[in-house]
């Protein structure tokens, strides 16, 4: 064995795009500091997705021989982890394996310039290499700490973009979950057996009501041979499906773009085909599938209240790093690699990452190549230069999910323009506004409507027609811009928001519609775990006091200012679900009577604060409790707002008495302006009855308003 300096540091080869690298780790001497080799070869010239896609072609050109010389395999396994919170400070000791066998067929180790030396590895990979070794896993790896050299960008810069086809063409992916106990270990172990317990459950005579669900089964256990909530195994997948891993944007690419498995198995869309992927938790592993059938069997069967955080909250509320992934290879399998920008966007805007730009760069490996070059991203740019690129190039190409219906974040990074989201931090709230919503409680669940916005109109004089564009593989429906109408209404080719040359500003078209006179601030309770507990039921009770006082004296006395009331402060949304989620959707057609809704939910909230004390929700009527969920979702961090010519909304938490009503072309929702010292800056979504998705355009056609341009800074 090489003998190892501790104060040496490895040197990586001159960053070049071609460059492969991938590493062995040393076996033997188990009770030995951690070791092993680099392995540099080359990508060929060119890597051609259509080929790729059917063939499974050989991307070294050199060291294939090598490869199975030392581990019996010319595949190399892709590991795909979350690297933890502390920074590299354990040694890793690597030295050069030549890509070309000696004339006895035996690798050349430094057999060149020496090189070798220590780099330092995150605990979390010290873990995972240490198992590996106790495990004698022999095989080639392509570890992003290791074969990418993390101290230069300009290493980062050309090894990042070839991640799409390191972990598209790996035999397989890995996905390190951690170390665990050995009690831990073999819960994880019996997940299949579960598995096959909730499939049963699932095609048998059980009862469909999710109610009765948990009763029939806690005399059934024996029978389906299902843990009791009270095993470890609950314990230690609520453990599991807590860590870091699931939240990580990284992740989210690595088996985004993986092989699929061999077979196929319905998940949704009878042609889903899971990554083909093992999931490691300390000394076992399981198939990726295992743990999507898990996920998706207990969200089907209403158990998720069985697997529980450390913070008491429900897992399966935030895990949705499957259901972004789902959407993610379904985009591929239907489009190559066409994966529309607003999928990106949705799937990836809860996700985090350790730096702020990485949660733009991070999402080029899910990209096609024509968008990659037009982008021209790089790790060394500034993150306001990164994010306001990313930004003005959404909203130029992407014509489904508004950007600007994004914006709120829990903080906003200096130097960004207005209307650009801080991509480094989770929106604050539900998003007001989006172009797809279910129609109404009772349709299929997986039906959705495209919403019309201001321009793009379904029918009449505003409507505008669908046309497809082939690209190869690639076929998508896009909205074009309307001509006719003699040039009356054409302000631009499409008509809405366009990038300002030359500047981070964007150019928005439409109407100024009124101006905000008063402000009721947000609803704290809203932001509260237990929105029905004795102390959130008073500040809710008190909040909404304020909030019908100022609608009373702002709208018409009668029914119908008190129904415009109910659909505000829930943003007319409606659910069949009795817990927080995105399945809410626009009622527009206004089918469910919500002022009922909100007078059972004022006489739950008079019974709560007559108590003292917090009242079950099981004394809620099932509508009322889905109102409830509704009004908590849709008024977090929202602030209640009146204007001048006597509407009511809601808006985002930093808007103000002052700014400005305007509808956008091809936006969907209302939105809020501000001036400030000669600059027009975005302020936030915002909801207003007869304002949503179009509506506005009546008043433009009745001559009721003007057209408007913006310059938004």
């Given amino acids: 064995m090489e003998v190892q300096d501790a104060t040496k540091s490895f040197v990586y080869n001159a960053p070049d795009s071609r460059l492969f690298r991938l590493f062995h780790l040393d076996l033997d001497n188990e009770g030995d500091a951690l070791s092993g080799t680099l392995l540099t070869t080359r990508f060929p010239g060119t890597l051609q997705d259509q080929y790729k896609t059917f063939i499974k072609v050989n991307i070294l050109e050199h060291g294939l021989d090598v490869m199975e010389a030392m581990t019996g395999s010319r595949d190399y396994t892709a590991l795909s982890y979350s690297w933890g919170k502390e920074p590299g400070r354990y040694p890793l000791w690597l030295a050069i394996v030549a890509n070309k066998l000696d004339k006895d067929k035996r690798p050349l180790i430094n057999a060149g310039p020496d090189r070798s030396g220590n780099i330092g590895i995150t605990a979390n990979l010290r873990d995972f290499l240490l198992q590996m070794r106790r495990q004698k896993l022999d095989r080639f790896l392509w ?12 290493d980062k810069d050309v090894q990042i973009p070839r991640m799409r086809d390191i972990y598209e063409l790996a035999g397989q992916v890995w996905v390190w979950l951690g170390d665990a106990s050995s009690a831990q270990s073999e819960c994880f172990s019996d997940l299949p057996l579960v598995n096959n317990s909730l499939g049963v459950i699932l095609d048998g005579p059980g009862p469909k009501d999710r109610q009765a669900l948990d009763t029939w089964l806690s005399s059934t256990f024996s029978e389906v041979y299902l843990p009791p909530p009270s095993d470890l195994f609950w314990q230690t997948m609520s453990q599991l499906l807590s860590l870091s891993y699931w939240r990580r944007l990284w992740t989210l690419q690595e088996l985004a773009v993986a092989e699929n498995v061999a077979y196929s198995k319905h998940w949704g869309s009878s042609a889903y085909k899971p990554p083909n992927a093992e999931v490691l938790y300390g000394s ?21 209240n069985w697997l529980k955080s450390r913070q008491g909250g429900d897992i399966l509320e935030d895990l949705h790093a499957l259901r972004g992934l789902f959407e993610i290879r379904m985009c591929r399998l239907d489009s190559g690699w066409a994966v529309p920008l607003d999928t990106l966007l949705l799937a990836t805007r809860r996700r985090e990452a350790s730096k702020p730009q990485d949660m733009v760069i991070g999402m080029l490996a899910m990209m096609d190549r024509s968008t990659i070059r ?22 130029q190409h992407e014509p489904q999910e508004c950007l600007l ?10 130097g960004l323009p207005s209307w650009c989201p801080d991509f480094s931090s989770r929106e604050i709230t539900s998003i007001i506004g989006t172009r797809s919503f279910k129609r109404t409680a009772g349709e299929d669940d997986n039906q959705a409507v495209h919403m019309p916005c201001a321009g793009f109109n379904e029918k009449g004089k505003w409507a505008i027609p669908k046309h497809r564009l082939e690209f190869g593989r690639l076929v998508v429906n896009v909205f074009t811009a309307k001509g006719g109408d003699n040039g009356l209404y054409n302000t631009g080719n499409p008509r809405g928001l366009q990038p300002v040359e030359c500047s981070n500003s964007i150019r928005a078209s439409g109407m100024s519609l009124d101006v905000v006179t008063s402000v009721i601030d947000c ?8 929105f029905l507990a004795f102390n959130s039921v008073q500040q809710t009770h008190e909040w909404d006091r304020q909030c019908i006082q100022l609608a009373r004296q702002t709208l018409p006395a009668g029914s119908s200012g008190f129904d415009i009331y109910a659909r505000t402060i829930t943003a007319n949304r409606i659910t069949t679900s009795t817990t927080i989620s995105n399945e809410a959707w626009y009622d527009k057609e206004a089918r469910v009577v919500v002022a009922g809704q909100y007078l059972r939910f004022q006489q739950f909230v008079q019974a709560t604060l007559g108590a003292r004390t917090t009242i079950s929700p099981a004394n809620m009527d099932a509508d009322t409790l889905r109102f409830t969920q509704c009004l908590q979702q849709m008024s977090c961090q929202r602030r209640f707002f009146a204007t001048k010519s006597g509407r009511i909304g809601l808006g985002s938490s930093n808007m103000q008495v002052g700014d400005e009503l305007v509808v956008f072309f091809f936006c969907p929702t209302p939105y809020l302006l501000r001036q400030v010292k000669q600059e027009t800056l975005f302020v936030g979504e915002a909801y207003v009855m007869g304002l949503m998705y179009g509506e506005a355009l009546d008043m433009l056609e009745r001559g009721e308003v003007k057209e408007t341009q913006w310059i938004l800074a």
């Avoid at 570890?143 to 300009?154: M, R, Y």
């Avoid at 219906?405 to 200096?414: E, I, R």
């Fill in 284 to 304: 076992h592993r399981v198939g990726w599938d295992q743990i999507e059938h898990f996920v998706s069997a207990i969200e089907r069967l209403g158990l998720s």
């Fill in 374 to 395: 037009k982008l021209a991203l790089s790790s060394s740019m500034p993150v306001s230069q990164v994010f306001s690129i990313f930004g003005q190039y959404y909203i």
């Fill in 143 to 154: 570890i992003d700490a290791i074969c990418i050299a993390q101290h230069l960008d300009a």
């Fill in 523 to 530: 609803n704290p309770a809203a932001e509260a775990i237990d």
């Fill in 405 to 414: 219906n994004h914006n709120a974040t829990q903080v906003k990074l200096p």
